[in-house]
């Protein structure tokens, strides 16, 4: 006896590679997003050039490798720079070097395209690529070959970072009578106190003489011993200070006898003329040569000084004025030069001013590391590792000067079980370090930051993989999964992780570990989608992406997409650069395919680049296929045979659209391919759907429920399994599978 039966799946899940499977997911998505009208698989899918405008491939008829693209956003969205890092061939021989360029507001516009940076040193195949840095209006650019390059958002230019070493010295002339010196026709300036109660200053045989108190370095009182030292420092356009430089010599004097009495009734040391020596008890200003001229960048120059060390060095403190103490080499802030070309500096105030005690030598070093791979802005600070040379370590900058690193602002991981630090990630209110085989946090205290262990044996390689998405947590391809870090450490919640790959288990295995480091990653809120893409079975590039829908919770695959890194912009779109470019040996007429590219609901895969009688145009290529194919179905009778009569699709019309299907019988891979059926109602025969129509040259509808039948051969069958393969438009929102049953079983494989 026969029993007619009939299963429906109306919410399509997404992968499941475990067996058993769960309930309504699949065995493969390839190339589907989802809709977010009705929840349903749609294969409006496809990528389209960068700048549609563009007549060859773009941007701006770039033919090479692209490795790496990173999208910054600006002053609030107003300014967004795509940058990506391109291959610099010479002459056809791969030089190993890369060049980074920009194309920043409109993208159409040429004029908005820049080249920066020829010569960046490329790592090889297995060493972690570029990391694009934000830090207020700048952008860091690292990757662990070159000194790191920041880039203005305000100018759009770049440069090195940091300071090779410290400045160098002053160089104060004496304070004795020396005829040598320039005087005030020659450059020394003379400084004028007229509103000062009067009292001014004068030019006398080459050198600047002041007279009040407030005014002036030594000690005016008869013999007095005076001493100071000097030290300068560079200010970067980024609002850091470079390491101090080393103190000045000494320049000491003696203060002489004078027959001026200092007792004056106007209270100020007054010559009654213009003749050197007539008068000696004075304060002096003293004239710098050889302020240095810092590099690229430099924006001003600060000068730091000593009290007068003389006093305190013969002991002779009763000399001193009230409210003047002697200290031996602390240093004080006296002035700062805002520009960096003046070369010389005429130092002329009081020690009663100098209030600011100047940096330590220890708050600012030279550059630390000379190549860093990874880096992050956390708490105003730039933190970033040590590059290959110094995988265990992790500086961190002095606040808001990304350029600046105290000789103590480090973390050692070399002693911690979890091997080198392989990316840095802002999440909440701490710092997440990735390590080989372990994540650690580092947390902001009221004393500075500690660092303390998350978790063991979790790490990742694939540094550009982690992603922050909202509303959800941290993302990131690990060495035997994807993970998900979630939670926060305020609000008496904890961070946790979890693996949430295991639905697509078989596909994560076949990744090649060896070379994962190339793998990318990026979310777009607009798609809410998490798009991961992998070197898969061997290959040394991207080949398959694998999609996390959030708005689903579910996976998908997408292949044919030529990803080899991915970047979201501003609007949410996803922008890539082409794995592959230009092939070595190219010869004309031989086509490929190059530059930016931007997945969109375009139903073509891309564009390639066609040398035809000399002349190149960009090609629109056919659409990528879409493939789902619905897990093993044994309509909860495993032990029975059943008989399948029909296939029912449930999708939204599409105009005139024909689909087959492919339907499996007892895992066996070789299908049978029924006739394809029209995606629209019977009674609307001619309809034409919206998306498929000219606007104002035909009538569209939009898209309606649809139930379309599909015949199976009457075969006996355990367990059952259908695909849909096709380049047309499809949402599928769910199928049904009607069937026979009997009372015989199954045993061993075979029908009793």
Not at 62 to 79: L, V
Request: aromatic share 12%; charged share 20%; hydrophobic share 35%.
């Amino acid at each position: 006896m026969k029993t007619r039966r009939k299963t429906e799946v109306v919410f399509l899940k997404g992968i499941d590679q475990k067996i058993p499977p769960a309930e309504q997911t699949a065995q493969k998505i390839v190339n589907f997003t989802v809709d977010p009208r009705t929840g349903g698989w749609d294969s409006r899918i496809g990528y389209e050039k960068f700048q549609t405008s563009a007549p060859l491939y773009g941007p701006f008829n770039n033919d090479t490798e692209i490795f790496s693209t990173y999208a910054w956003q600006t002053q609030n969205g107003a300014i967004q720079f795509y940058l990506y890092e391109k291959f610099v061939p010479s002459l056809g021989v791969d030089t190993g070097l890369n060049q980074l360029c920009s194309v920043w507001g409109n993208p159409a516009v040429e004029t908005n395209f820049r080249e920066w940076f020829t010569g960046l040193i490329r790592g090889g195949t297995d060493q972690p690529g570029v990391n694009y840095v934000p830090y207020g209006r700048f952008l860091i650019v690292m990757n662990g070959q070159n000194r790191p390059i920041r880039i203005d958002s305000r100018t759009g230019e770049g440069l090195q970072m940091g300071w090779s070493d410290r400045p160098s010295a002053l160089d104060p002339w004496a304070v004795d009578q020396d005829d040598s010196k320039p005087s005030s026709s020659t450059g020394m300036p003379i400084l004028d106190y007229g509103s000062i109660q009067g009292v001014g200053g004068i030019a006398s045989s080459g050198k600047l003489e002041l007279y009040a108190n407030s005014y002036g370095l030594g000690y005016p009182k008869s013999t007095s011993e005076n001493s100071y030292r000097w030290k300068v420092s560079f200010i970067s356009d980024s609002g850091s200070e470079s390491p101090m430089s080393a103190a000045s010599d000494a320049l000491s004097w003696t203060t002489s006898d004078s027959a001026v009495d200092p007792t004056n009734a106007t209270g100020w040391y007054i010559a009654p003329t213009n003749i050197p020596g007539e008068f000696d008890d004075r304060r002096q200003a003293v004239f710098l040569e050889g302020l240095p001229v810092g590099p690229v960048g430099t924006v001003a120059r600060r000068i730091y000084r000593t009290r007068n060390l003389g006093e305190f060095e013969t002991g002779d403190a009763a000399n001193y004025d009230a409210g003047i103490i002697g200290d031996h080499e602390v240093y004080y802030y006296v002035g700062q030069v805002n520009n960096n070309y003046e070369t010389n500096y005429v130092d002329y105030t009081a020690d009663t001013s100098l209030v600011t005690n100047a940096p330590l030598d220890s708050d600012s070093i030279p550059w630390p590391t000379p190549s860093p791979s990874y880096g992050a802005s956390f708490y105003s600070r730039l933190f970033m590792d040590g590059g290959p040379g110094d995988q265990f370590r992790i500086y961190y900058s002095n606040p808001n000067q990304p350029e600046s690193f105290g000789a103590l602002s480090y973390f050692d991981y070399g002693s911690r079980e979890g091997g080198a630090v392989t990316g840095l990630h802002v999440y909440n209110s701490q710092l997440l370090v990735f390590r080989e085989r372990a994540i650690d946090v580092i947390r902001p205290t009221s004393m500075g930051f500690i660092t303390v262990p998350f978790v063991q044996g979790i790490g990742t390689q694939a540094h550009d993989t982690i992603t922050t998405i909202p509303n959800l947590g941290v993302v990131f391809l690990g060495n035997d999964g994807i993970y998900l870090i979630a939670g926060t450490n305020e609000g008496g919640s904890s961070l946790n992780i979890e693996r949430i790959s295991d639905p697509i288990l078989g596909t994560i295995e076949r990744i090649n570990k060896s070379l994962i480091s190339r793998s990318c990653a990026a979310y777009s809120s607009t798609w809410e989608e998490w798009h991961c893409y992998v070197p898969l079975d061997g290959n040394d590039k991207p080949n398959l992406g694998i999609v996390l829908h959030t708005n689903k919770v579910a996976w998908s695959t997408r292949e044919g997409f030529p990803v080899g890194c991915l970047t979201t912009d501003l609007e949410g779109n996803m922008v890539f650069g082409n794995k592959d470019g230009k092939p070595d040996g190219w010869v004309s007429p031989q086509d490929y395919e190059a530059g930016l590219f931007v997945i969109s609901k375009k139903r073509i895969g891309g564009y390639t680049y066609a040398d035809v009688g000399g002349e190149g145009t960009a090609v629109v290529k056919a659409p990528l296929t879409s493939t789902y194919k619905t897990s093993w179905m044994d309509f909860g009778y495993p032990a029975q045979k059943k008989y399948v009569k029909y296939v029912y699709l449930y999708v939204m019309t599409e105009g005139d659209n024909t689909i087959p299907i492919t339907y499996f019988k007892d895992y066996s891979t070789t299908g049978t391919t029924t006739v394809g059926r029209k995606l629209q109602r019977p009674e609307f025969p001619d309809q034409v759907v919206y998306d498929t129509a000219v606007w104002d040259s035909a009538a569209w509808t939009e898209g309606m429920l649809t139930e379309i039948r599909y015949p199976v051969a009457n075969e006996a069958v355990s367990h059952f399994a259908f695909e849909i393969s096709t380049t047309e438009d499809i949402i599928l929102l769910g199928y049904a599978v009607e069937y026979e049953t009997t009372n015989l079983q199954t045993a061993k494989g075979k029908m009793s």
